[in-house]
């Protein structure tokens, strides 16, 4: 399946209570600028974004393997675009997703428009803050987390990247336990006891008190 980028992330157990299962609801990327489109285009006109999850295998990300309820068209009007990354564009999963902590994990990215660029951290890129670029370059990803960021070369093979990472972010779904007491009322049946039987019961036979 054609895509841009994959960035792997690791669901790392101590950061969710070590639960084994999480349910993620959203990911949130940071897009540098979109395509420019007039006033008069269309909603359906206006090129989206998918982004959807994916398995990893061996360090190898399989972008045709999506995660249950993963995939997503974000609309063109969804996506904000900004010079100094901090602007967040959201991407909310219509149910949530189930991943195991422990393992890794895929976002893919694929634009409808070549106008879209997104927020890479890049080793030797100068840093950005919220008044823009600064004169401190950037120590690339380093490794400093767990995932790697691929992107396509053609439609069948892909290339890895040592020195840059997107920014990125994965919520996942918090549950509170409680007590509640329900109150369960059964048909109105009656209840017989049974003595003094001969020969046995058919399954489904309607029993009654000749009364």
Not at 63 to 69: F, S
Not at 118 to 138: A, E, H, M
Request: with cysteine; proline share 6%.
């Amino acid at each position: 399946m054609a895509f841009d980028y994959i960035q792997t992330f690791y669901v790392i157990p101590d950061l969710v209570g070590g639960a084994p299962d999480i349910m993620l609801s959203s990911v949130t990327l940071y897009f540098k600028t979109k395509p420019s489109v007039g006033s008069n285009i269309t909603q359906i006109a206006k090129p989206g974004v998918d982004v959807w999850l994916c398995e990893v295998q061996n360090d190898h990300p399989l972008p045709d393997r999506i995660l249950t309820n993963s995939l997503v068209h974000v609309k063109y009007d969804s996506i904000g675009a900004s010079y100094n990354a901090q602007v967040p564009s959201s991407i909310g999963f219509a149910n949530p997703v189930s991943v195991k902590s422990g393992k890794y994990y895929g976002i893919v990215v694929k634009f409808h428009d070549p106008g879209y660029v997104i927020w890479l951290n890049k080793q030797n890129d100068r840093l950005v803050d919220f008044n823009g670029p600064t004169n401190t370059k950037s120590a690339g990803s380093q490794g400093r987390f767990e995932g790697k960021l691929y992107t396509a070369t053609d439609a069948l093979t892909y290339v890895e990247f040592s020195d840059r990472d997107l920014k990125f972010k994965v919520q996942a779904a918090q549950f509170m336990s409680n007590t509640v007491n329900i109150p369960l009322v059964p048909k109105n049946y009656e209840f017989l006891t049974v003595a003094n039987s001969q020969g046995t019961f058919v399954g489904g036979e309607l029993a009654f008190k000749n009364t």
